[in-house]
């Protein structure tokens, strides 16, 4: 996919009767189910989910078209105090998105009480000076009375300052989604398309198989280490003779011990990996593809803003 200027101006995009489109941010805490809900909205698994916080690193733009409207939903990293230089990164990149948006879709876990941590978020897409659109999300598991009480906490948190509209919904069953949709689509300014009608995600394929990589290594990896994982991709070779290309990664770790629990016994733990990261690939991407990976060890790579700058991290 080209960038979206380009395909505006270039011509490039069709989405031919569109009459309102946008850039929605979709913001939150870490685990509140962002990612989850854009994939749920597009229908098609473009950002990679898992249950452990943190689990989007890079922003991802999937395109949604609903009616005669294009959504650009802008899926966040999740948002708390940096640890490290990796957090600040993504932290600064969450705050820069606010300026080239037209809305923010604020989502909140509702298995949480709102505490600190949501008051600083609250603060944050506040003073992106965007119109706010609340979803309190994963009422899958909240009794009709909770849903009250978080809606009453919100609304105090929130005292006088403004916001569009609270839907209460769930990522997972989808209730409440298409109420939310249209809250935000009658908030898009009126104009024409900037994505073409079979775009789905605006993100390169190496980018997207990095991703699948690290979706696939924090699903069988325990605990503490998802954190200390990040994935590259070294090679892409077309393959010859209309065969599978070839895509070689790197899945990096901090420590010596840790690559025989990536790599687990007898290989097991990285065939897995493997295995899932490839089927996901494939379906994901529509073509077959021959996928090596290998580990690596970098010494707190989290903290080094060169590496992580040529990680695209
Ligand atoms: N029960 C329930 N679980 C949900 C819902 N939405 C998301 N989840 C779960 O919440 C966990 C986190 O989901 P993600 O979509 O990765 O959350 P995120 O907000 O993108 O997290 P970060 O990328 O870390 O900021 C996953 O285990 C999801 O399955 C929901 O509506 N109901
Ligand atoms: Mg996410």
């Known amino acids: 996919m080209?960038?979206?200027?380009?395909?505006?101006?270039?011509?490039?995009?069709?989405?031919?009767?569109?009459?309102?489109?946008?850039?929605?941010?979709?913001?939150?805490?870490?685990?509140?189910?962002?990612s989850t809900l854009v994939n749920h909205v597009v229908g098609h698994h473009v950002a990679i989910v898992s249950p452990i916080a943190q689990t989007t690193r890079r922003i991802?733009?999937?395109?949604?078209?609903?009616?005669?409207?294009?959504?650009?939903?802008?899926?966040?990293?999740?948002?708390?105090?940096?640890?490290?230089?990796?957090?600040?990164?993504?932290?600064?990149?969450?705050?820069?998105?606010?300026?080239?948006?037209?809305?923010?879709?604020?989502?909140?876990?509702?298995?949480?009480?709102?505490?600190?941590?949501?008051?600083?978020?609250?603060?944050?897409?506040?003073?992106?000076?965007?119109?706010?659109?609340?979803?309190?999300?994963?009422?899958?598991?909240?009794?009709?009375?909770?849903?009250?009480?978080?809606?009453?906490?919100?609304?105090?948190?929130?005292?006088?300052?403004?916001?569009?509209?609270?839907?209460?919904?769930?990522?997972?069953?989808?209730?409440?989604?298409?109420?939310?949709?249209?809250?935000?689509?009658?908030?898009?300014?009126?104009?024409?398309?900037?994505?073409?009608?079979?775009?789905?995600?605006?993100?390169?394929?190496?980018?997207?198989i990095a991703e699948y990589v690290r979706e696939a290594t924090l699903s069988h990896l325990r605990e503490e280490l998802p954190h200390a994982t990040a994935v590259t991709v070294d090679d892409m070779l077309d393959g010859t003779d209309g065969g599978p290309d070839s895509v070689h990664c790197t899945i990096w770790v901090e420590r010596e011990s840790q690559v025989g629990i990536v790599v687990g016994s007898k290989g097991a733990g990285i065939r897995d990996v493997g295995i899932a990261a490839r089927a996901m690939i494939e379906t994901q991407l529509g073509r077959s593809i021959h996928l090596e990976l290998r580990v690596k060890v970098r010494r707190r790579w989290r903290d080094d803003e060169t590496w992580l700058a040529r990680a695209g991290l």
């Open 2 to 34: 080209t960038d979206p200027i380009d395909a505006f101006f270039g011509g490039e995009a069709s989405g031919s009767d569109v009459s309102r489109s946008g850039f929605v941010a979709v913001a939150g805490r870490p685990n509140a189910g962002k």
């Open 60 to 208: 991802v733009r999937a395109v949604l078209r609903r009616g005669d409207a294009q959504l650009i939903l802008v899926d966040l990293p999740g948002s708390q105090k940096p640890k490290d230089r990796m957090t600040q990164r993504m932290q600064r990149a969450v705050e820069g998105s606010f300026s080239d948006v037209d809305l923010v879709l604020w989502v909140i876990d509702g298995m949480d009480e709102p505490g600190a941590g949501e008051r600083r978020v609250a603060d944050m897409v506040l003073a992106a000076r965007r119109p706010v659109v609340i979803a309190l999300n994963k009422v899958d598991r909240l009794r009709p009375e909770q849903i009250m009480q978080r809606i009453v906490a919100i609304t105090e948190l929130l005292g006088d300052r403004p916001y569009e509209a609270l839907v209460p919904i769930s990522s997972i069953t989808g209730d409440g989604v298409d109420a939310l949709l249209d809250e935000l689509v009658q908030r898009l300014p009126e104009g024409p398309a900037w994505f073409g009608d079979d775009d789905v995600v605006d993100m390169r394929d190496e980018e997207r």
